[in-house]
């Protein structure tokens, strides 16, 4: 495929790998029904995983579907945060379906599943029969959802987003220190003379070593706005830089620079806003399209909407936290 695997790669290979779990569970789910109905062992696993296959079917297919979208639409990490979850969503949906039915029926053949009941002490009863109404309490839904709502744009309004260089703009610095070092500690001291500027500080590979990036004058042309930043890397820091001169910092510290520039931040983020928009379109159109009920698709799609404005305002509201 030619993809380089990126950090939201690995994001994406950890969601397939909940969505995994999640066709398991269905399929169990599904086992323990037609066990509750009498049947036999072989034939509940076998209608487990008849009855479970379309509702696994779906939900791969409409984040595939996304994952498409954000491939086409998405840039940089993007794309690799696509390529893995596509590439993950195929192979345990191959796996949940194919392979796991290849292990229960190899174990039934050979007696040694005979006793499996799919359930524990704590979850045999749990949840059946349960009666719930989730209708009657849609107008405390309505105010709960809507006060959300409420509170997130308060926080977009007033706080925004604390927004990486991937989408402001700025300058990481990967440096190397002779000791191991807290990156909270290396932020406070680096604060004041990045005020008003974007700051972030992470541990890479090991304490020793922290990537420090920040939008500081990002737009400015000024030859010398690199130098400036380095020194007031090496002034902040000093305390723990022990006996190092300027020159031992720059040359021998700091392991590397990388600039990312106003203008590719506004490609990633028109490109990730548009691949959102419309994989929320596409999701709904392919629910219209399945069971032919236009109030489906509506609520899915107010449904997924509520849920991606939800995570985008909670960052908003607890990235100082």
Known sequence: LQAVLTLSGVAGIVLSMGMAVDANVLIFERTKEELRLGKSLKSSIADGYKHAFSAIFDSNLTTIITGFILLVYGTGPIKGFATTLIVSILTSFFTAIFITR???EAGLNRGKFNNLT???RISKNLLTNTRINFLGMRKIGFTVAIAIIVV????LAIRGLNQ???FSGGRNYVVRFDKPVKPVEISEMLKPAFEGSSLSVITITSDDQV???TNYRIADQDENIDKEIETK????MKSVLGDASYEEFTENMIQSRQKVGPSIADDIKVGAFWAVILSLIAMALYILLRFRDISFSVGTLASVAFTAFSIIGLYSLLYGI
């Open 102 to 104: 290849l292990i229960f």
């Open 211 to 213: 990537r420090i990036s």
């Open 233 to 236: 890397l090496y002034e902040g």
């Open 118 to 120: 799919f359930t524990t």
């Open 152 to 155: 997130m744009v308060g926080s």
């Open 164 to 166: 990486g260089i991937d």
